[in-house]
Structure formats: structure tokens, C-alpha cells
């Protein structure tokens, strides 16, 4: 019988995703094994394509153990909020080990939600036996037949038979959408230097500009509007982009607009640690936060800002002091995808600040990532999504020397450096 979709090996695969007509690599968000079970490696280890030949690193693959009945897994891709409708190309692409398709057929299927049905796109017939082999299966037919409302893809792994264990090293969904966002804005390159200082001495001074870095990560809501423009306009003269911080998930009632906050007391949480005067904010009401927000990009995009850097957009994994209901995982999805849509619709670049816990259903929405202390809490690991679609990490520590965490995060593709705590113009930078 003639096979329904095509088979493509490639020896790598394409990782970078953003303009018009250009194409983007998504990685799963979840996965769930419902017949069998599967390895706790994290699902970070599927974006990075590092294992050939006879391979054995344990710490880079996931592993899939079928029972008497076998094996199904599901996992779930998102595709980004600001992706146009039209989606025109869709190529699956997996590193695969496991038995011959003779000896076990290990099949990939999406769900058709046209007819509700999974369709087989793949399998492993094409597969060296033991070895690792990198397989590609371009999808084909209508396209969006494939994608939920809420932008979600399901891909199901599964073999009948329970003859032996399989493993992936790599598997993304290669998405070329022909429709994209009405409104373009800059995205700094995978090799983008950078400082970030939200603090001058003495205060209220204007931040040092003599730093060599391509992006300069400032808080100009510490200036007048006049000073704001014109510390903006210095950097754009010498040749930097400027990406403007400010807290989305906190009140600070230091800011010029925090009455705003203060007419809602219900928006207001708990106070945060170590950070008096600011609180955690019911990112649930956008409906109050909203326009707020908005008034502050609308500022930011005036001033000349290229891109934004919300922070605090964690609430839901931290002690926030909302409850009946607490704020969910869900919650905090919706919120910082609603941030990413109207920065974009502005015209300003965004990154994703921290929240690692949510990189892989957000990292196709965001533009690049800061991290503060990834090598202290041994999660550096789980930012390789955007390194994998050529988006960069700005990285800070705090407490370590550069030469303890720099081999480390260096070889991760991190752009790291050392800052004290309260990001004065102070850094140093790994070699």
C-alpha cells in the first residue's frame, strides 16, 4: 500500500523560526504516557539534537517502556499566539533509537480534530537498528485540521507491540506560516552582547553607557519623561538597542501609577521577600491590569524602547497570598501570552524573565530570556529551547565566580554574566 506522507533524512535540523515566510521549530510542552511509561528526563532534552551512531548519555534522551499492550504517549505542542492562520508547511523531526520496524513498529500520529482521529505521519521503518537515526515526515493535506483553538498540536508516539524499549534524543514540529502578525519588532540575535542596570549611583543619575554591549537593558520609569527620551536616544546614537524593564506581575508603590493598583485592593497579594513596598498582583484580572499595562507600553514604545523586559511573571509558583482559587499554571499562561501579544502589536521585542517551569509553552512567544541565578538552582538546562530556536539568554549570577559558572553556562550557548544584586552598571562578563 502506497504511504500517505513522505520521508525525508537529514543529517540536522533547522532550529531558527520568526519573519514572514521564515520557518519555526516548537517543542513539546507536555507529555503524558498513557499505555507504558517513560523516563524522567526532563522534556527540555528533545530540543537539542546530540546524540549519533551508538551514543549512550543517559541525561539526553527520553526513554519509552511499553507493557503487555504496548505503548502510547501524547505529547503537546503550542503554537505560538501571534502565529498567523495560514499555516502552509509542517515537517515532524525526531532522533530516534529503538528495533528495527520489522522487529517493532514505533509510529508517529497526529490528531485530526476535523474528524477525530489520529493519522499516522511516521514511523520507524526507514531507522538503523540500535543506532540512532534522524528521521523527518513532512505532514500533509489541510494543515489547521491539526490545530486546536487554544493553538495546542497533539503528537502521539506508539508502537502495538512490547518487544523492547525505544528512545528519542530530538523531536520538534517545523512550522512555516505564510500569515503572520500584522506588526513587525526586533529580535536580537542568538550572538547579541548585552548589560543590564536598573540601578545609578548616585541616584538618579543616568545609567553608564560605556559598557560594550549590543543591548542595553535599562528601567527608564526611574527618569522624567524628558530624561527617559534622551537616555534612549544616547544609546540608539552609539548603535544599541534598548529593552526597558518594568514589573508586570507586582506592585511597586513607589511608581508613578500606583494609585491605579491602589483602586483595586483585591488586585493586591502578598508582599514579596526581601523586596518591601512591592506586591504580587491577581495576573487573573486582566481585565483591571489591562489597561494599566497597556498605558505603560504605549509609554515604552513612545519613548523608543526596542523591546520590554517584564518582570515577576512567575506569580503562580510563588507564595502570591491569593487563594479560593489560587492563581494556576493556566492563569500564568494566559497572562504572559496576552504581555507577549501586546508588546508585538506595539513593535517591541519581549523576553521571557525566569519562569522556567513554562519555557516550552512560551518559548515560541517570546523573543529571548533573562535568567537570574539558573546556576544556583541547577536549571540552566531547561532554557536550551530558545538557544534551540536562535533566540539568546542574557544570564546573571550573583553569588558565584565567573570561572565556577561560565564553562557551564558557556557551553549551554549562555550569555552570561556576574551583577551584584541590585544590577548596578558593575558586571563581569564570561570570557
Given at each position: 500500500?502506497?504511504?500517505i ?7 540536522a535540523?533547522p532550529?531558527?523560526a520568526?519573519g514572514?515566510?521564515?520557518?519555526l521549530?516548537?517543542?513539546?510542552a507536555?507529555?503524558?504516557s ?7 528526563q526532563?522534556l527540555?532534552?528533545l530540543a537539542?539534537d546530540?546524540q549519533?551512531?551508538t551514543m549512550d ?7 519509552f517502556?511499553p507493557?503487555?499492550?504496548g ?8 503554537l505560538?499566539a ?14 530516534f533509537r529503538?528495533e528495527a520496524a520489522?522487529?517493532?513498529l ?5 490528531w485530526?480534530?476535523s474528524i477525530n ?12 537498528s540500535w543506532e540512532w537515526?534522524r528521521?523527518s515526515f ?7 485540521r491539526?490545530?486546536r ?5 497533539l503528537?502521539?508516539?506508539i508502537?502495538t507491540a512490547?518487544q523492547?524499549?525505544?528512545?528519542l534524543?530530538?523531536?520538534s514540529l517545523?512550522i512555516?506560516?505564510?500569515t503572520?502578525a500584522?506588526?513587525e519588532w526586533?529580535?536580537?540575535?542568538l550572538?547579541?552582547?548585552?548589560q543590564?542596570q536598573l ?10 553607557v ?5 543591548i ?11 530624561t527617559a527620551q534622551s537616555i534612549?536616544r544616547q ?5 544599541r538597542?534598548v529593552?526597558c524593564?518594568?514589573s508586570?506581575?507586582t506592585y511597586e508603590?513607589?511608581?508613578s501609577d500606583?494609585s ?7 488586585l ?5 521577600k526581601?523586596w518591601?513596598?512591592?506586591?504580587w498582583?491577581?495576573?487573573r484580572r486582566?481585565?483591571?491590569l489591562?489597561?494599566i499595562i497597556?498605558t505603560?507600553l504605549d509609554?515604552l514604545?513612545?519613548?523608543?524602547c526596542?523591546?520590554?523586559d ?7 509558583s ?7 482559587p ?14 507577549a501579544?501586546e508588546?508585538?502589536r506595539?513593535?517591541l521585542?519581549?523576553g521571557?524573565?525566569?519562569?522556567v517551569g513554562q519555557?516550552?509553552e ?5 523573543d529571548?530570556a533573562?535568567?537570574?541565578?539558573c546556576?544556583k538552582y541547577s ?7 530558545f538557544?534551540?530556536?536562535?533566540k539568546p539568554v ?8 565567573t570561572e ?15 551583577k551584584e544584586?541590585?544590577?548596578t552598571a ?6
Amino acid at each position: 500500500m502506497r504511504k500517505i506522507y513522505f520521508l525525508l533524512i537529514a543529517v540536522a535540523f533547522p532550529l531558527i523560526a520568526t519573519g514572514n515566510g521564515e520557518n519555526l521549530n516548537i517543542f513539546p510542552a507536555q507529555q503524558k504516557s498513557v499505555t507504558g511509561r517513560h523516563s524522567d528526563q526532563g522534556l527540555t532534552v528533545l530540543a537539542v539534537d546530540d546524540q549519533s551512531g551508538t551514543m549512550d548519555d543517559w541525561s539526553a534522551y527520553r526513554e519509552f517502556y511499553p507493557t503487555r499492550k504496548g505503548y502510547r504517549g501524547i505529547f503537546t505542542f503550542y503554537l505560538p499566539a501571534d502565529r498567523g492562520p495560514d499555516i502552509s508547511a509542517m515537517t515532524l523531526h525526531t532522533n530516534f533509537r529503538g528495533e528495527a520496524a520489522s522487529s517493532q513498529l514505533w509510529r508517529w500520529q497526529l490528531w485530526d480534530f476535523s474528524i477525530n482521529r489520529w493519522v499516522t505521519v511516521g514511523d520507524n521503518g526507514m531507522a538503523r537498528s540500535w543506532e540512532w537515526s534522524r528521521l523527518s515526515f513532512d505532514v500533509t493535506g489541510q494543515l489547521r485540521r491539526f490545530v486546536r483553538r487554544d493553538g495546542a498540536i497533539l503528537l502521539r508516539y506508539i508502537t502495538t507491540a512490547n518487544q523492547g524499549i525505544s528512545n528519542l534524543d530530538y523531536l520538534s514540529l517545523e512550522i512555516r506560516s505564510e500569515t503572520e502578525a500584522a506588526s513587525e519588532w526586533w529580535r536580537p540575535s542568538l550572538e547579541s552582547s548585552w548589560q543590564i542596570q536598573l540601578v545609578s549611583a548616585p541616584e538618579g543619575g543616568r545609567p553608564d553607557v560605556t559598557r560594550d554591549a549590543e543591548i542595553y537593558v535599562i528601567d527608564i520609569f526611574n527618569y522624567d519623561r524628558d530624561t527617559a527620551q534622551s537616555i534612549v536616544r544616547q544609546l540608539h546614537r552609539m548603535g544599541r538597542k534598548v529593552v526597558c524593564y518594568f514589573s508586570a506581575g507586582t506592585y511597586e508603590d513607589w511608581r508613578s501609577d500606583a494609585s491605579l493598583y491602589e483602586s483595586h485592593p483585591r488586585l493586591l497579594g502578598k508582599e514579596l521577600k526581601e523586596w518591601p513596598g512591592e506586591r504580587w498582583l491577581d495576573i487573573r484580572r486582566i481585565d483591571i491590569l489591562g489597561p494599566i499595562i497597556s498605558t505603560r507600553l504605549d509609554y515604552l514604545r513612545d519613548a523608543g524602547c526596542d523591546g520590554v523586559d517584564p518582570d515577576n511573571v512567575d506569580g503562580y509558583s510563588n507564595d502570591h497570598g491569593f487563594t479560593n482559587p489560587p492563581l494556576r499554571y493556566e492563569d500564568q499562561l494566559r497572562f504572559n501570552r496576552w504581555l507577549a501579544r501586546e508588546a508585538h502589536r506595539r513593535g517591541l521585542g519581549i523576553g521571557l524573565k525566569n519562569n522556567v517551569g513554562q519555557i516550552p509553552e512560551l518559548v515560541s512567544d517570546f523573543d529571548w530570556a533573562i535568567n537570574e541565578s539558573c546556576y544556583k538552582y541547577s536549571e540552566c538546562d531547561r532554557l536550551i529551547p530558545f538557544v534551540s530556536q536562535g533566540k539568546p539568554v542574557l544570564h546573571i549570577e550573583y553569588e558565584y565566580p565567573t570561572e565556577i559558572f561560565c564553562p557551564y553556562t558557556r557551553a549551554l550557548g549562555l550569555h552570561s554574566q556576574r551583577k551584584e544584586r541590585l544590577l548596578t552598571a558593575w558586571r563581569e562578563i564570561c570570557p
